[in-house]
């Protein structure tokens, strides 16, 4: 069964440093999304991704993140720099459709800011 | 968005059937119901999908009443390898929202 991956699956950074969090999405799904969830918390919706532009982001998504498509199978989350508050999961997914269809979900990433 | 609610947390012992419930009384004509299944320090997994009725996979099984105000995840004969944060989620294909949003869940624990 296809699936999602994301690499690294722990990266831990200093304060203000630039982070890249990579993701490899199912081949034919046409959107792509980036969740983050802090310990213990729900998980939050970043950004969508379609048609290489941004279709939604939230209100964490501020000019700190950008995402990028960087060739036809990588999908990538940047942090410029990164904050204490910065330290969570960030769970890239894939979907064919959009809306209600199954998202498709990595095995996450563990960024520890310090 | 139609918001949604469900219990916290609910314990079993291995071998019972267990029913989770999720409210969303304000759920629209095109919603559809959405359950996602996660484990400790794991991406979030679709279990089952459902619009009206009865929907049943070889995970779970989906109730939805006639009105759609609620619906109740079915599993079966639980394990210990089903206790995980249990995810009710409404929204429909094709709408301007893409992404999920997430509440809190319900923790189910399961008990040998």
């Known amino acids: 069964e296809p699936e999602v991956t994301q690499t690294p699956s722990h990266q831990v950074t200093q304060m203000g440093q630039e982070v890249i969090l990579r993701c490899v999405p199912i081949s034919n799904h046409l959107y792509f999304y980036w969740y983050r969830q802090i310990l213990g918390q729900k998980v939050e919706f970043l950004v969508s991704?379609?048609?290489?532009?941004?279709?939604?982001k939230s209100e964490i998504f501020d000019d700190q993140f950008s995402v990028e498509r960087p060739d036809g199978s990588n999908f990538t989350l940047k942090i410029r720099s990164t904050k204490l508050e910065d330290s969570a999961m960030y769970f890239c997914a894939s979907s064919l459709l959009r809306g209600a269809d199954t998202q498709y979900f990595g095995p996450g990433t563990r960024l520890t800011v310090l | 968005l139609a918001k949604t609610t469900q219990p916290i947390s609910m314990d079993s012992y291995e071998g019972q059937e267990v029913n989770i419930t999720c409210s969303h009384n304000?759920?629209?004509?095109?919603?559809?119901i959405t359950w996602y299944q996660q484990f400790p320090s794991q991406g979030p997994r679709f279990i089952i999908q459902?619009?009206?009725t009865k929907v049943t996979n070889e995970v779970a099984s989906l109730f939805i009443p006639a009105d759609r105000k609620s619906s109740t995840l079915s599993l079966p004969r639980v394990s210990l390898s089903d206790t995980a944060v249990y995810y009710c989620?409404?929204?429909?294909?094709?709408?301007?929202?893409?992404?999920?949003?997430f509440g809190k869940g319900t923790k189910l624990s399961v008990k040998p």
């Open positions: 459902g619009y009206k």
């Open positions: 989620l409404v929204g429909n294909y094709g709408g301007s929202q893409g992404n999920l949003i």
């Open positions: 304000n759920i629209a004509t095109n919603d559809y």
């Open positions: 991704f379609y048609n290489n532009e941004i279709s939604e």
